[in-house]
């Protein structure tokens, strides 16, 4: 035996191990249980934790393919994928080692240690997420891997969807989607946390972000198409729920704050449809309906003084300032259609 293998040596020793490891056990598999496979499994695995422990790391691993391989409805079998997991990990082949925790998670949901396979794969998430990963002996720092880190959420949120993990991973999901600019897919993580888990510690931050993210559709009033609307009421909703408690006081300032901008982005959205239908389409009637509600979405702004001077124009009969197509075609007048007759 060769004690105290390099991480080269053992990367590509263990490289070859199962195939397709998130494959279910099959029928013919389970059919084989017995007590003498059993006791056989066992027997393989005390070898196994017996090399391991003396730091015969490559026969460890031998043995434990064995089981993993050929021994799969064993109860012994879960506990070898869990230690190939690891070995996996230590050794910085991450997805492998998430492939033997996946494993567990569609065979072995019985597992008495089911729990630790759940929080190591969240940190190994977290781990790309932070833009770490291991790299020989030592951490050091590079770009983050957010695909990989989002397949690693997901899967910890189909693992454990009743544990305090499956929020944590969702919410983790929807900021990695945000950064890298899915923000759709972003959206649906949060809709899922906030309907599934509606009294998690988290449901704040996840009305927040997901205002912020749905501000982040919005490039100019020029251009929203009511994703500043859904700001709001994501704004409003916090508000609501958690104006009042004295544990958020920071979140409660970053909503209110943030409610302020988005009705002030939404008011002058309705000031832009407002100039459109007075300035292009000498329309006053409709451009008042605008004006008044850009009036009463930021009252006490200068938008709303823009948008009363507007009004008083038009109330007055202010020459509307002609544009080159007014030059050109002629004044577009828009006129109501006219109602059907009664019959």
């Not at 050794?91 to 089911?114: D, M, W």
């Not at 969702?170 to 959206?187: G, P, R």
Request: proline share 5%; net charge negative; aromatic share 12%.
């Amino acid at each position: 035996m060769n004690k105290s293998i390099g991480l080269l040596s053992l990367l590509m020793l263990i490289s070859g191990c199962m195939n397709r490891v998130h494959d279910p056990i099959s029928p013919q598999q389970l059919a084989l249980k017995s007590p003498q496979r059993e006791q056989i499994a066992e027997e393989i695995f005390r070898q196994a934790e017996q090399a391991q422990t003396q730091g015969y790391i490559a026969e460890a691993v031998k043995e434990y393919q064995i089981i993993c391989k050929k021994y799969a409805e064993t109860d012994i079998a879960p506990q070898a994928h869990h230690i190939m997991g690891r070995l996996y990990i230590q050794a910085g082949q991450y997805a492998k080692g998430i492939e033997h925790f996946q494993f567990i998670a569609h065979n072995y949901t019985q597992y008495e240690r089911y729990d630790d396979v759940v929080k190591e794969q969240f940190e190994v998430a977290e781990m790309f997420m932070q833009g770490r990963e291991k790299h020989r002996f030592k951490f050091l720092p590079w770009g983050k891997d957010i695909s990989t880190a989002i397949a690693f959420f997901q899967g910890v949120t189909s693992m454990a969807p009743s544990t305090d993990y499956a929020p944590r991973a969702l919410f983790c999901t929807a900021q990695l989607e945000f950064e890298d600019n899915h923000k759709v897919k972003a959206i649906e993580a949060l809709d899922r946390l906030i309907e599934d888990y509606p009294g998690h510690r988290l449901i704040p931050e996840a009305y927040l972000l997901k205002g912020d993210i749905y501000l982040s559709l919005v490039y100019s009033p020029q251009n929203d198409q009511g994703a500043t609307q859904k700001a709001i009421q994501c704004y409003e909703n916090f508000l609501i729920l958690f104006e009042k408690s004295h544990l958020l006081p920071k979140l409660i300032q970053r909503a209110r704050d943030s409610l302020r901008h988005a009705q002030e982005l939404f008011a002058q959205s309705r000031l832009v449809l407002g100039d459109f239908f007075l300035y292009k389409r000498h329309y006053g009637a409709g451009a008042i309906q605008f004006y008044n509600e850009a009036q009463l979405i930021a009252p006490s702004t200068d938008i709303a003084m823009q948008a009363n001077g507007r009004i008083e124009s038009i109330y007055t009969h202010a020459p509307i300032p002609t544009t080159w197509a007014d030059k050109i075609f002629g004044i577009f007048q828009h006129v109501p259609p006219t109602p059907a007759p009664l019959q």
